[in-house]
């Protein structure tokens, strides 16, 4: 069986990376066997095997170049999430060496990229212009590639826009709202504590039960930090990201504090969600350009601007919107296109 390597930020426990190898794997695996290109310590450290994924794909060292030289290798993808610049390009160098198809999936391209001095940009275009395909998951990195480098890509939803759920084997309750906390480093407390008490109140005036949760380690201690105890259940659910997507399509609404992919959950289940960025100090960029926050591209892209919400909109007023369900059938339209069209491309 012919293999694709594809390599991305995986094996480190984060709910969306991890839901994204795991769709590659869903959508791919019939006809590749796929090779997950990982970094070196986390081979030492088997943090991996916590993901039954693993078990049943190949892992390489993200600096590992040999491998090339085989003949079953098929393709080199650079696969999914905000990889910044220069990732993977080692790896590049060498599938383009020695021929194997390429490709740059589900990327963001902003503004590292075309920035520098004339070497720098030049080798970034020359980066973009050898592969055969390029996606990208917000309509403003479509634009850069454009008007900068004169590159063409297509836009598609996130490429766990089409991960499959999995049920849970506990019981939810029978209506509940999901929250996510980030934990950045940089956390604004007061200001995360301000928005829980908010929410709070919206879910017992609805009387909706509330489900915390965590979408990589940190912010599980984020929230047992701050008084909020994950339940049992939930402890390493990052580590099963069908899951987590199955949790996030029966809620009645999602709050997702500085988290992408509980917005890429809910979106492509039709589920309203909130994305609130209480870090920042200043947010007039919204108002000029867009590049400047991954999450409010996903959202404004599909019109949904106004649920991208900061400390400014502490006085808000939640509710559901029909929007969100429109953004599920026509992104499930566009991200099996995607891979029709990718699978297609593969095998010429």
């Known amino acids: 069986m012919e293999r694709i390597i594809i390599n991305g930020f995986f094996a480190k426990g984060n709910c969306g990376d991890e839901a994204i190898l795991q769709t590659w794997y869903d959508m791919l695996s019939t006809d590749y066997r796929i090779i997950a290109s990982v970094d070196s310590e986390l081979l030492v450290n088997n943090y991996h095997k916590k993901f039954e994924l693993y078990n049943n794909i190949d892992i390489i060292q993200n600096r590992r170049v040999d491998i090339f030289c085989r003949d079953d290798i098929k393709a080199y993808m650079i696969g999914g999430g905000g990889l910044g610049l220069g990732f993977g390009i080692e790896q590049w160098i060498h599938a383009l060496l020695r021929e194997k198809k390429l490709f740059y999936c589900g990327v963001i391209t902003h503004d590292e990229f075309f920035t520098g001095n004339d070497l720098v940009l030049e080798v970034n275009k020359k980066f973009f212009e050898s592969f055969n395909m390029i996606t990208v998951r917000d309509k403003i990195s479509k634009q850069n590639l454009q008007e900068k480098f004169g590159v063409i890509s297509h836009y598609y939803p996130d490429i766990a826009f089409a991960l499959k759920t999995e049920k849970v084997h506990f019981d939810l309750p029978k209506n509940y709202l999901t929250i996510t906390i980030r934990d950045n480093g ?120 106004k649920h991208y919400l900061t400390n400014e909109d502490l006085d808000c007023n939640f509710r559901k919107n029909s929007k969100f369900y429109t953004a599920a059938v026509e992104g499930s339209k566009q991200i099996n296109d995607f891979f029709e069209n990718l699978k297609n491309s593969l095998k010429k």
């Open 186 to 305: 940089e956390n604004d407390i007061e200001s995360i504590k301000k928005w829980i008490s908010k929410i709070e109140k919206f879910a017992q005036s609805k009387k909706y039960d509330i489900i915390y949760l965590p979408f990589d380690a940190s912010d599980k201690r984020l929230m047992n930090s701050i008084g909020i105890e994950v339940d049992e259940n939930l402890q390493e659910i990052y580590w099963h990201p069908k899951r987590a997507k199955y949790i996030i399509s029966n809620a009645q609404m999602v709050f997702s504090l500085g988290r992408f992919h509980p917005l890429v959950f809910s979106i492509s289940s039709g589920v309203t969600c909130y994305y609130i960025e209480c870090q920042k100090s200043d947010y007039s960029w919204r108002y000029e350009d867009s590049s400047k926050d991954k999450s409010f591209n996903i959202l404004n892209d599909w019109g949904l601007q």
